[in-house]
Every structure is written in structure tokens, then in C-alpha cells.
């Protein structure tokens, strides 16, 4: 995708603080400190369009983005993170849920992973719960580049064995060599246009 034009459009944390429905939206969730705000930011070719820090559990919003005003990203807090308040990470889950179940406009959902981390029962629930609901997801690993290429495969054939998915439905991706950036577009804009979700 040529990208012509990106911008914030809102934060919620309910759904009548949801920009009214208008384009498509592909959300984006994943663990904290997975490197989600990076992924969003290589893909819109932008530095800090989504604000990216340090300190994981940051994100605590939902919040939109318009891309070429003809899709809207959606950047959900991420999860599993101990240093986050128990309160705050309580109010997470439904806020979450709440998104993912009832939002009508919704076509995707990218799970970022970390390809250097074994995943755990969290994301395979992740991913069932979104089948269930009927969401399509979009499974990329990030942080490729600080792999060997060997080393990454052995890492991918591993996550796909533990998610029960096949090794080309895990898209490989690094924002400093933006490795896999036109397959996450591709697979965004043919979940955008697939009439079936």
C-alpha cells in the first residue's frame, strides 16, 4: 500500500467514545513490549505516529488511526504485563473484549509475537477465542532481525507447533530492516476486502 496520509483519530475506552463507523478497521494486539507501536509505525511510514516506549504496559487506550482515509488501524492496550496495576489490568480485559466482540466494522485482528519468545497458552486462547467470534487474525513475529536465519526458522516451526498453525500463516517482520512490511499490508488489504468477514 502506498500510504498517502495517517493520523490519530481518537482514544476510548468505551463504546460510545468509538469513532462512528466509517472505514474498515484491522486492530492490533499482542504482549506488551512486543514491539506493536514499531510494527504500526513501519507500517505507515511514519517515526511516532503511535507513540512507542520503554516502559511496556503504556498503551492503555484503544486507539484509531485513519490510513489513506480508507482503513483505521486500532491499537489495543497490551497484555501479560506483571508491572501493570491489577486494577488497571482488570479493566483491560473487557475493555478489550467488549472491542473485539461488538465492533461491526472489525475485519482483522494482527497478534503481534515476539519470535525470540516460546508462546504460551495466553496466545493459542488468543487466537481460538478470535475463531470463535469469527475474527479473522493475522499472526506476525517481530523482532526478526535479531535472529540468525536458521535460528528464526527453528523459532517459527516452534510457534507454529505450539499455536496449531501452519509456518506460512506466521508472518516474519522487523521494523529495522522492515523485512515482511508488504506481507502484513497484503494480508490487511485482502482481510479489508474479503466479504466473508
Known amino acids: 500500500m502506498i500510504i498517502k496520509s495517517a493520523e490519530f483519530i481518537t482514544s476510548a475506552v468505551k463504546p460510545s467514545q468509538y469513532p462512528e463507523i466509517r472505514l474498515p478497521e484491522v486492530a492490533f494486539a ?3 513490549n512486543v514491539g506493536k507501536s514499531s510494527l504500526i509505525n513501519t507500517l ?3 517515526k511516532r505516529l503511535v507513540k512507542t516506549s520503554s516502559t511496556p504496559g503504556r498503551t492503555q487506550l484503544i486507539n484509531f488511526f485513519s490510513v489513506n482515509d480508507s482503513v483505521s488501524l486500532v491499537d489495543l492496550p497490551g497484555y501479560g504485563y506483571a508491572k501493570v496495576p491489577e486494577s488497571v489490568r482488570r479493566k483491560w480485559g473487557p475493555m478489550i473484549e467488549t472491542y473485539l466482540k461488538g465492533r461491526d466494522t472489525l475485519k482483522a485482528v494482527v497478534l503481534i509475537l515476539d519470535l525470540r519468545r516460546t508462546q504460551g497458552p495466553e496466545e493459542k486462547n488468543f487466537i481460538d477465542w478470535l475463531a470463535l467470534y469469527q475474527r479473522r487474525s493475522i499472526l ?5 532481525d535479531k535472529l540468525s536465519k536458521t535460528a528464526r526458522k527453528k523459532q517459527q516451526a516452534a510457534i507454529g507447533d505450539v499455536l496449531g498453525v501452519n509456518l506460512s500463516d506466521l508472518i516474519l517482520f522487523s521494523s529495522k ?3 515482511g512490511k508488504e506481507k502484513v499490508w497484503s494480508a490487511i488489504e485482502k482481510a479489508v476486502s474479503d466479504e466473508h468477514y
Do not use: E
Open 30 to 32: 499482542g504482549r506488551s
Open 44 to 46: 505507515v511510514n511514519r
Open 140 to 144: 506476525v513475529l517481530t523482532k526478526a
Open 177 to 179: 530492516t522492515r523485512q
